[in-house]
């Protein structure tokens, strides 16, 4: 009887080490074909969105070299800028990306010229790729050939209160959207049909939560009157932590 319960106590053992082993392989396939869903894998911008995207999307706040390298891996017109100060030290930045289309047939940002923090830049080339274009073709039956926004940086706290807290415009670390163009030159606003009842509201309503994936806070008319004509997105440092906000 000793005999039988040792010989099954080496069964159960080298049942568990083979279980460990495949397990342990298992694991670095995930790993290596699915980093987008863990933690502590470094960010790649080829890779689809994932539970953790946004979280390290937010974290390239601290990391400017970091974001910068990683726009660089990606085939865009986007261009780093100098930085810019204010004479009010909580404003400025000192990376900006300029979103430029990578060529005549690429989707831009109306007006041109617009400047956003690199967290920023970063997070809406994911968002454009793989939330608004998926959408717009399911939805609308084609893509979206232009964006058109209210601008980043603004040196002004909250709401445009005279004291208290700034907002993450303050340093280009948000960006307001307020419309899309399609490719037949159709327009949807933010204003005009978000609260309407068919594809377009649809759409509006499905790149905002889509953004939630990517950005520390993502603001919409749901929020309030002040975003009736809008979709503010910022990565506020919050977000590294996994702190969002979605409305």
């Known amino acids: 009887m000793p005999d039988r319960s040792r010989i099954g106590c080496l069964l159960l053992l080298g049942l568990l080490i083979v279980a460990a082993v495949f397990g342990w392989r298992e694991y670095q396939r995930v790993v290596r074909e699915e980093p987008e869903r863990f933690p502590w894998t470094p960010l790649s911008l080829s890779d689809p969105i994932g539970d953790f995207t946004g979280r390290k ?6 990391s400017p070299e970091r974001c910068e390298a990683l726009l660089g891996t990606i085939e865009s017109g986007d261009r780093i800028v100098g930085a810019r100060r204010a004479s009010d030290a909580a404003c400025g930045y000192d990376l900006g990306v300029e979103l430029r289309p990578a060529d005549s047939a690429a989707l831009s940002f109306s007006p041109a ?12 080339l994911l968002w454009e790729r793989d939330v608004v274009q998926p959408a717009a073709r399911r939805l609308l039956g084609e893509p979206v050939k232009r964006i058109d926004h209210f601008g980043s940086y603004s040196c002004r706290r909250l709401y445009g209160r005279g004291e208290g807290a700034y907002s993450d415009h303050a340093t280009a ?11 037949s030159g159709r327009r949807i606003s933010v204003l005009g049909d978000w609260n309407d009842a068919d594809d377009d509201a ?22 309030n009157a002040a975003h009736a004509d809008h979709l503010h ?7 590294a932590m996994g702190w969002r906000g979605c409305s």
Request: aromatic share 8%; hydrophobic share 55%.
């Open 233 to 239: 997105f910022d990565q506020a440092a919050r977000g």
């Open 57 to 62: 999307l937010a974290a390239l706040g601290e």
């Open 113 to 124: 010229g617009l400047v956003t923090a690199c967290p920023v830049a970063a997070a809406l």
């Open 173 to 183: 670390n948000a960006v307001d959207i307020a419309g899309f163009r399609l490719a």
């Open 202 to 223: 649809a759409f509006l309503r499905e790149v905002r939560s889509g953004a939630c994936e990517l950005f520390s806070t993502v603001l919409s008319p749901d929020y």
